[in-house]
């Protein structure tokens, strides 16, 4: 007589089967989603892996779908040699310096120009234009794209002879990110307890002092998003500083639009260029990233 062993009973195998499923289903979804993240990785990547391996080929190279170095093809740095040590050594510093000092200044200015204005906005009440509409208004003036109000812009940097002047082009970009500081900064003061506040103005703290002392250290995440967001938009803007720059005032994106001639475009040179400008915001982004995550205000406030 045969006795069934303890896999064949109905009520064990009705128990464990399911178990052994719902394992394996979770085990296939881990891997389905890690081959997704993998190859929307590579997918984000590639561009940038295109655009260095573009920058250290030879100009005949560019034209064939090279992919490995040292396999493909050769890798040369006579581009980068060119860019950084030779002829156009000189231009290249000024764009970089340019690039710099102008995402710099104008991302500083919107900060401390549009954190008072949101922190007026959140915690005082106008009666004659409300607080609504005039953020409504804010929120139009970031919305108008650059090239609308290029012409006018001209004018008057012309007008008062700052055509071609770095100074120009950071008072033009910090016009256009204080709207969004604006909106950006308001959010986080909305979000502090007020009771903070009148406990400043009790000891005899005035508004600006609380302003200082009280408000702007808890909203510390909020001012290294928006001035982050700033300084990635004074970084790229191109527009502006192709319209009003020509010799002095020139940028990493200004250089970008001229790896062009007669003959074709200088793949290699554009891939330079574009590399180099990647690398200033990327050691940004690395070095105060632990202050973008907001919860940090939050945890800060209500601890």
Same mark, same amino acid.
């Given at each position: 007589?045969?006795?069934?062993?303890?896999?064949?009973?109905?009520?064990?195998?009705?128990?464990?089967?399911?178990?052994?499923?719902?394992?394996?289903?979770?085990?296939? &979804?881990? &891997?389905?989603?890690?081959?997704?993240?993998?190859?929307?990785?590579?997918?984000?990547?590639?561009?940038?892996?295109?655009?260095?391996?573009?920058?250290?080929?030879?100009?005949?190279?560019?034209?064939?779908?090279?992919?490995?170095?040292?396999?493909? $093809?050769?890798?040369?740095?006579?581009?980068?040699?060119?860019?950084?040590?030779?002829?156009?050594?000189?231009?290249?510093?000024?764009?970089?310096?340019? *690039? =710099?000092?102008?995402?710099?200044?104008?991302?500083?200015?919107? #900060?401390?120009?549009?954190?008072?204005?949101?922190?007026?906005?959140?915690?005082?009440?106008?009666?004659?234009?409300?607080?609504?509409?005039?953020?409504? $208004?804010?929120?139009?003036?970031?919305?108008?794209?650059?090239? #609308?109000?290029?012409?006018?812009?001209?004018?008057?940097?012309? &007008?008062?002879?700052? =055509?071609?002047?770095?100074?120009?082009?950071?008072?033009?970009?910090?016009?256009?990110?204080?709207? $969004?500081?604006? &909106?950006?900064?308001?959010?986080? $003061?909305?979000?502090?307890?007020?009771?903070?506040?009148?406990?400043?103005?009790?000891?005899?703290?005035?508004?600006?002092?609380?302003?200082?002392?009280?408000?702007?250290?808890?909203?510390?995440?909020?001012?290294?998003?928006?001035?982050?967001?700033?300084?990635?938009?004074?970084?790229?803007?191109?527009?502006? =500083?192709?319209?009003?720059?020509?010799?002095?005032?020139?940028?990493?994106?200004?250089?970008?639009?001229?790896?062009?001639?007669?003959?074709?475009?200088?793949?290699?040179?554009? *891939?330079?260029?574009?590399?180099?400008?990647?690398?200033?915001?990327?050691?940004?982004?690395?070095?105060?990233?632990?202050?973008?995550?907001?919860?940090?205000?939050?945890?800060?406030?209500?601890?």
């Amino acid at each position: 007589m045969d006795i069934p062993n303890d896999d064949d009973r109905p009520g064990l195998r009705l128990h464990i089967l399911p178990e052994e499923g719902a394992k394996a289903m979770r085990g296939l &979804w881990r &891997w389905a989603v890690s081959l997704f993240l993998l190859a929307f990785a590579a997918f984000t990547v590639f561009p940038i892996y295109w655009m260095l391996i573009t920058s250290i080929k030879a100009p005949l190279d560019t034209t064939k779908p090279t992919l490995i170095p040292f396999v493909d $093809f050769t890798p040369t740095l006579r581009t980068w040699y060119e860019l950084l040590v030779g002829l156009k050594s000189y231009e290249t510093r000024r764009a970089l310096v340019n *690039s =710099v000092v102008i995402a710099l200044s104008s991302s500083t200015i919107s #900060v401390l120009l549009g954190s008072m204005a949101g922190y007026g906005l959140s915690k005082f009440r106008f009666e004659r234009w409300k607080n609504r509409d005039i953020m409504s $208004f804010i929120l139009t003036q970031r919305m108008l794209p650059p090239i #609308v109000a290029l012409v006018p812009l001209f004018i008057m940097m012309h &007008w008062v002879r700052m =055509v071609d002047n770095v100074v120009s082009i950071i008072l033009i970009h910090s016009a256009f990110n204080i709207p $969004f500081v604006v &909106w950006i900064m308001k959010d986080f $003061f909305d979000e502090l307890p007020p009771e903070l506040e009148e406990a400043g103005l009790v000891d005899g703290l005035s508004h600006l002092a609380v302003f200082r002392y009280i408000v702007l250290p808890l909203s510390k995440p909020g001012l290294m998003v928006s001035w982050i967001f700033s300084f990635a938009f004074s970084w790229n803007e191109f527009i502006t =500083v192709l319209s009003l720059a020509y010799t002095k005032a020139i940028t990493l994106t200004w250089l970008i639009s001229t790896g062009h001639h007669a003959r074709a475009l200088e793949w290699w040179t554009i *891939s330079a260029y574009g590399t180099l400008s990647i690398i200033p915001p990327m050691l940004f982004a690395v070095t105060i990233q632990r202050y973008i995550v907001r919860g940090l205000t939050l945890g800060a406030v209500k601890g």
